[in-house]
């Protein structure tokens, strides 16, 4: 159990305090980072939630108030000067803050790292709270609500069970424990409409998105005895599809529910000369540790790196790692 009360302190400490999440933020940095504000503005904090991207619009309904802010220098830099806290959620890498992280290193501002993902040791964070077996940072939120014996109310209550729910697959991937399902039973109590939060999240895909999929099904390349399904995403595939950045969320989680799929893997050309790519397993293979050699990380069955160069260099070198270290796990078991 984490020492959730020296947070707290921490906390009451502090006046002014900053949220955030990284960028292209998914369920679990939004939920968790608008129920922390929600318990933060209850007990009298000046808190603001600031991340650098566009909040994605599947996520307008935990928005209903406008508290969470895109960065922006000229309406953002006097008040995150004067902050004294700032609390990061799921974010991974302090470098997925972008803008927003070059502000907290350049006004000295006290770090929280709020996550579920291994530790980088990144000394630009002051203080880690880290605990890599909860299934979502929202499962991690709900303990530091608890501890605190806060009433959780409907907006902490919306927060964290779309966390738990974005991050578990809807509570059907391997992470997905009992407490994921205790912490549902309690939002359901509150009132949190389930249903509504599928719809908004999961069934509001945009044409562009079903037309880059399909264009992706079409070009699967399978490998390693059919375990390992690859795809690549080129810029030209997205102008075809008139597809944005947003609509490959989910793309490689979807390849993975192939029948003898073991691993999904996903190579998207960036628009700037650099390759996202993007590990999913079932679970027979560890996949983090091939992103770890990429430069990269995450989770066991779930993580990602990036890498510089074309699409056609990048997918070679990444696949040729990708079966050497798939085909050494697999020589492992016996
Ligand atoms: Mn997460």
Same mark, same amino acid.
């Given at each position: 159990?984490? +020492?959730? /009360?020296?947070?707290?302190? !921490?906390? $009451?400490?502090?006046?002014?305090?900053?949220?955030? #999440?990284? %960028?292209?933020?998914?369920?679990?940095?939004?939920?968790?980072?608008?129920?922390?504000?929600?318990?933060?503005?209850?007990?009298?904090?000046?808190?603001?939630?600031?991340?650098?991207?566009?909040?994605?619009?599947?996520?307008?309904?935990?928005?209903?108030?406008?508290?969470?802010?895109?960065?922006?220098?000229?309406?953002?830099?006097?008040?995150?000067?004067?902050?004294?806290?700032?609390?990061?959620?799921?974010?991974?890498?302090?470098?997925?803050?972008?803008?927003?992280?070059?502000?907290?290193?350049?006004?000295?501002?006290?770090?929280?790292?709020?996550?579920?993902?291994? +530790?980088? /040791?990144?000394?630009?964070? !002051?203080? $880690?709270?880290?605990?890599?077996?909860?299934?979502? #940072?929202? %499962?991690?939120?709900?303990?530091?609500?608890?501890?605190?014996?806060?009433?959780?109310?409907?907006?902490?209550?919306?927060?964290?069970?779309?966390?738990?729910?974005?991050?578990?697959?809807?509570?059907?991937?391997?992470?997905?424990?009992?407490?994921?399902?205790?912490?549902?039973?309690?939002?359901?109590?509150?009132?949190?409409?389930?249903?509504?939060?599928?719809?908004?999240?999961?069934?509001?895909?945009?044409?562009?998105?079903?037309?880059?999929?399909?264009?992706?099904?079409?070009?699967?390349?399978?490998?390693?005895?059919?375990?390992?399904?690859?795809?690549?995403?080129?810029?030209?595939?997205?102008?075809?599809?008139?597809? $944005?950045?947003?609509?490959?969320?989910?793309?490689?989680?979807?390849?993975?529910?192939?029948?003898?799929?073991?691993?999904?893997?996903?190579?998207?050309?960036?628009?700037?000369?650099?390759?996202?790519?993007?590990?999913?397993?079932?679970?027979?293979?560890?996949?983090?540790?091939?992103?770890?050699?990429?430069?990269?990380?995450?989770?066991?069955?779930?993580?990602?790196?990036?890498?510089?160069?074309?699409?056609?260099?990048?997918?070679?070198?990444?696949?040729?790692?990708?079966?050497?270290?798939?085909?050494?796990?697999?020589?492992?078991?016996?």
């Amino acid at each position: 159990m984490l +020492d959730w /009360k020296s947070l707290h302190n !921490t906390i $009451n400490s502090s006046a002014k305090i900053m949220l955030s #999440t990284h %960028e292209n933020p998914d369920g679990d940095g939004l939920g968790s980072a608008t129920a922390v504000w929600h318990y933060l503005t209850q007990i009298g904090k000046d808190c603001r939630l600031i991340h650098v991207s566009d909040l994605p619009m599947e996520y307008n309904f935990l928005n209903p108030d406008n508290i969470i802010e895109t960065y922006r220098p000229e309406i953002h830099d006097t008040w995150i000067s004067k902050a004294d806290l700032a609390i990061i959620f799921d974010v991974g890498d302090f470098n997925r803050l972008r803008q927003v992280g070059e502000q907290i290193t350049s006004n000295s501002i006290k770090a929280i790292n709020f996550d579920h993902h291994p +530790d980088l /040791k990144d000394k630009r964070f !002051t203080n $880690n709270y880290i605990q890599i077996t909860a299934a979502a #940072t929202g %499962e991690m939120v709900y303990d530091f609500l608890k501890a605190a014996n806060v009433d959780l109310n409907l907006a902490m209550a919306n927060g964290i069970y779309t966390a738990v729910m974005t991050d578990t697959g809807s509570f059907c991937y391997s992470n997905t424990n009992q407490k994921c399902h205790q912490i549902a039973i309690e939002c359901l109590e509150l009132g949190v409409n389930t249903a509504k939060i599928y719809q908004r999240v999961y069934e509001s895909r945009t044409p562009g998105q079903v037309k880059l999929l399909a264009d992706i099904i079409n070009n699967l390349d399978y490998s390693n005895n059919r375990e390992l399904a690859s795809f690549t995403i080129s810029q030209e595939m997205m102008n075809n599809a008139n597809a $944005n950045k947003k609509d490959i969320d989910g793309f490689s989680d979807f390849i993975r529910t192939i029948r003898g799929v073991e691993v999904a893997l996903m190579i998207f050309e960036n628009a700037n000369g650099t390759c996202r790519i993007n590990f999913r397993s079932k679970g027979k293979y560890i996949i983090n540790t091939i992103a770890k050699s990429l430069g990269g990380g995450g989770h066991k069955f779930a993580a990602g790196a990036v890498q510089t160069g074309n699409l056609v260099d990048v997918a070679n070198k990444v696949l040729a790692e990708t079966h050497s270290q798939l085909t050494k796990q697999d020589s492992s078991f016996s």
